[in-house]
């Protein structure tokens, strides 16, 4: 996949692009069915699939006021794109002063004049540009001008809940990772950089890695039993999230105990694939309840993790640590 990291770099007009445009945070289901679809225009024509999203996300710059938690970094963002197959990807920079450009000369400028777009693919209901005045009808209008059309499709969804960043939001939130995993296609997950703790974990006899993520959307306090991408290794492991109430801690932190693993950590890049959720955190009376607690909770985490499976890929599952960060869904 290519990537263009501002309009600037794209110098001359691409052949026959199909083109979405979006926020795409998540990269959840109905993402990836736009994504298809796309895809599947772009073979017809014997042009190229292109994706248009914005940096930083627009919700972070136009409702700064409102605490908003994206499910995906960029970096994330970019690899499950690219794993959706995608040619193009094009991320234009977002900033108050792109924010008060009319929806038209968006248009005009983007996608006519830069990228020469003759398919427009947008999902139900989506609109961009000042006061979010680039809906399907304008879009239809301006394409009856310039020689492209436009493609709206209908909400998607399992026929209970429909795809939506929003859902996934709320229900990774609630710690419910079984659920989102039903939603983004794969398994949430958080990525980020073994540091030094409290050393709390080696004293009880489960040393723990202390994980510092870059992510916004973090499940809720509790424990969980997750994959873990090590390298190329994938291994078990029981995740604790909130702040250590036995010890009195305010700081949410991230730990996870490797299952039958020996070694140094500090400094990895380890990814953690959440699985299930066990319980809700704890404050104990002594030591030795903690104790008896996490040995109960890391034989349960043998448990689940055993019987666990990937979401299904023709490239594998998602958390194949050789594959990634593919990812990918399958046609």
Known sequence: MVIFRSVSEIKEKLRH????IGNFDGVHLGHREIFRRVKELARETGGVSVVITFVPNPLKVVAAHKEVR???????????????????????????????????EFVQRV?????????????????FGRGREGDVGLLREIGT???????????ISDGATVYSS??????????????????????????????????????????TANVDTEKDLIPSV??????????????DGACNIGPNPTFGNDRLSIEVFLLDFT?????????????????????FSSLDELKQAIAADVERCREILRSARPVASESGGDWDCVARPGAVIPE
């Open 166 to 207: 929003t859902a996934v939001r709320r229900v990774v939130s609630a710690g419910d990772v079984a659920a989102a995993s039903l939603l983004l296609g794969r398994h949430f997950s958080i990525t980020g950089k073994v540091v030094h703790g409290h050393e709390r974990g080696r004293g009880l006899g489960f040393p």
């Open 263 to 283: 070694g140094d950590l500090y400094g990895r890049e380890i990814t953690l694939f959440f699985i299930e959720r066990l319980r809700g955190e704890k404050r």
């Open 222 to 235: 509790g424990v969980y039993a997750v994959k873990v991408c090590l390298g190329e290794r994938l291994l």
């Open 17 to 20: 692009p199909v083109v979405t």
């Open 70 to 104: 994206l499910i995906t970094t960029s970096r994330e963002k970019e690899a499950l794109i690219e794993g959706s197959g995608i040619d193009y990807l094009l991320e234009i920079p977002f900033d108050r002063t792109f924010a008060a450009m009319p929806a038209s």
């Open 145 to 155: 001008r310039s020689g492209y059309g436009v493609e709206e499709l209908q909400p």
């Open 111 to 127: 996608l006519v004049d830069a990228i020469g777009m003759e398919r427009l693919v947008i999902g139900y209901d989506y609109a």
